[in-house]
Every structure is written in C-alpha cells, then in structure tokens.
C-alpha cells in the first residue's frame, strides 16, 4: 500500500511537469471544437490531445534522459511513467469535457 | 545467510567495440566494492546493467542467488546514483524525501544534515553542485535499498565534505552493500573492502593496493 501511495506521487509529480501544454490542448478543444457538438469531444482528442501528448512525449522522451533515474529508484519504467500520464491525461480531459456540458 | 549480488557473463559490444567481455562481480551486504578504471572503461556502463537501465548482449545478474533483471524492478533492493545527479530540478526536497525515504525515524535522521535542513523548500536547481551531490547520496544510504551503486558521488565535494560522506558511507556499509566508482581512488582506499579494475572490458580483483600499479592504473610515482 505505501508502495503504492509512493508511486502514485511520484506519477503526478511526473505528470505536473507536462500538464501545462496538455491542459492548454484542451482549453483549446473546449473553446474552438465543443461548441459544434459534444460528439466533437471525440474528434478533438483524437487529432489535437494525442498528437500534443505525442509531441511533448517525443521532446521529453529523447532528450531529457538523465532525469527518469529519481523514477527508476522507485521502480518505475520510463514507459509506466508515460502510460500513466496518458491515461492521467485522459481523465482530465473527460473532466473538462463533463465540466463543460454540466455547466454550458 | 548473508545475500550477495553477483554478475557474470556481462558482454556489450558498440559495433565492433567490445566494452565489457569478462565481467564477474560479487558484494555481498556489509561490503564496499570500489570499482576502478580509467576514463572510457566502461565503469557507469557496468553499473547501468547492474541496475537494469542498459541491456548487454548477455548478462546475468542476481541477487540472493535469485537472476533479477532488470534489477531495479525487483522490490526495491537496489538503488543507483548516476554521474550526472538524480535528484529532478523540479521537485522541492520536502516532496522528495517521503519518496525515497518511507521510514519517518529516518526521515528526521536526514533531517538533521544542514544541507537537508536548510535546503526543505528548494528545488535541486537551485542548490549548488556539492550541497546536491551530498543529498542525492543521503537520500540513497537512507533508503531502505539493500545494494547500493553509486557512481561518482565525491564529485563538486570538498575534501572536508568527502571526509563527511566517506564516514557516512563506512556506518551505513554495515546493513547494505555498496559499489562505488571515482577518479579520487585515494578516497576509496580508506573505506573499500575490495577493489576491482576494469581494463579492456575485463574485470581484474585486485588482492593488494600495488596492483594498481601493475595493471597500469597508476604510474609508479603515485
């Protein structure tokens, strides 16, 4: 169990580090992409907040390589850290994307 | 029993580049294993197969008689120090230490050094290179790792934060087991147990301080 509180702290921690540009992904979907349709949710995840989230993968993936050995010590993979955030990312998206509906 | 971590048959070859060939290392929990080699012969590149984040064409590691690889997957007995820091510019040491150090007795152990003291509320970047280096190597003898690699840990330290660290390591030596790599050799010879020379992607244990002589590692002067 702490095992598991440890590395869920340490993915968020990790996660912080590429929420920002995500999180503008998709202010940018709610605002250009929702209004036609709730449907769009659907297409605005798939060509704005995947292609963004593979983007900041690939910068951070290949050049800051020295970094993911605090993580490795808390036996975490390189691919963990990043399916995490993904799903991570997912999650906050669909938040948004409820919050928006709930409160349009 | 007493638990060692081995490695054999560890080969990594870069093209037509043999880096490793005949590898065989043993420490066993109490020990200091120093790990010597000039520049280049591949003493991080071991440490990283022993840890698991580099892949030979072959390598055998265990631990306890058990084959872990890669090692740091395995529950936690192992932790490696890179050359070039651990700790993510990121993170403040307060977000950290509950991290890497669960047990709360030692959390207020750590607590007590001025460089972690001082230091709560910052994040890595902005703490100098040896006020760093000495936490990034506190934080691992505190962890509950039972191996310990650590390459280079001496380096942005003065000679009185060497002598610092060297005794840290010397009482924390008695429940782990520790590899450590440095060009300041003459700093190892007052802790190590062992010591092994890696020339020509082999390694050589050493029985006595002359060998080093010998195989090359130091001219005849030093």
Redesign the interface.
Known sequence: M??LT?KT??IL?FY??IIWLNLLASAAIVYWVLPYGIHKALFGWVWIKVPVFGLVFLLKYIFND?????Y????L?KIRLWVYSFCLDTLFYLLIVFLYTSFR | MNECLEADSIILTYGRHTVLSDVYLKCCMGEIIGLLGRNGSGKSTLLRILFGTLQGEYQSVRIGGQYVYPAYRHSGKIKFLPQKGLLPSYLRLRQILPLYITDVGKREQIGQFPEVRNNLDKTAAHLSGGERRIIETLLLLHSDAQYLLLDEPFTHLSPVQVERMLDLIRHHASSKGIIITDHQYRYLLGICNRFILLRNGKTLHLQHKEELVTYGYLSEAE
């Open positions: 702490q095992q440890i702290r340490a921690y912080r580090t020295e970094d993911y050995y605090f490795y010590n808390l036996r993979t």
